[in-house]
């Protein structure tokens, strides 16, 4: 059964810093990653994605992805207490209509 | 742009009640699913219906039911309400060939 880790469990960034988080997926058959953000009692929003190996930026946001390794990471520069949120990593295996999703990382934004 | 909605929002129940939840999109997406979020951590799949009338188990199917009774359409049915439940049911969807999922507004449960 596909495991999703993601890492930290909760990070505590200043505003204006850079918040960095983790993801990794033990099933080596994973070839498509998604961020999702999930604002408190709101449901969660796609963010950003990726299947190529390398780094992708939009605005604040880049996602970088190691298909060696099976990790991918989200930055997020010049973070705004309107960041915090959960944030949830997803991966889906080759050929399959699911994703499995990690536990996710909650981030503080303190102003 | 579409749009996802379940019914009802809040739903409390008591203890060993069968409890059904709806959802419903007009995205005319082929993939519908069912997840359980609990505490606000992450998503555990319940089952997923790639097609009118298919119900794929996921992870955490015992326990529950499903139904597709029509393309924009997906249940499912808590069978025996366990006490001191308390999650967030969230159903999504996503398009053949685009496995990026859409998610509903939840329906959050309660069982006295």
């Known amino acids: 059964q596909q495991k999703v880790q993601q890492s930290p469990e909760s990070l505590i960034v200043p505003e204006g810093g850079m918040a960095s988080l983790n993801c990794t997926s033990s099933d080596r058959n994973v070839d498509y990653f998604w961020w999702y953000r999930q604002h408190s009692g709101k449901s969660p929003k796609m963010l950003m994605s990726i299947f190529s190996n390398g780094e992708k930026e939009e605005g604040r946001f880049t996602v970088h992805l190691n298909k060696a390794s099976l990790h991918t990471s989200l930055h997020i520069r010049d973070s705004q207490p309107s960041d915090s949120a959960l944030y949830l990593c997803?991966?889906?295996?080759?050929?399959?209509?699911?994703?499995?999703f990690g536990k996710g990382t909650v981030l503080l934004v303190s102003p | 742009g579409g749009i996802i909605t379940q019914t009802p929002k809040f739903l409390i129940g008591q203890e060993g009640q069968k409890l059904t939840l709806k959802c419903q999109q007009n995205f005319n997406h082929d993939t519908m699913y069912w997840y359980r979020q609990d505490s606000g951590k992450g998503l555990r799949l319940i089952y997923y219906s790639i097609t009118e009338n298919d119900l794929q188990k996921g992870d955490l199917s015992e326990g529950y039911d499903a139904s597709r009774e029509k393309k924009s359409s997906f249940s499912l049915t808590v069978t025996s309400a366990q006490k001191n439940e308390m999650a967030v049911f969230l159903c999504a969807s996503s398009g053949t060939g685009q496995d990026t999922q859409y998610f509903g507004p939840g329906t959050r449960l309660l069982v006295l």
């Open positions: 997803a991966a889906r295996g080759s050929g399959y209509n699911k994703l499995t």
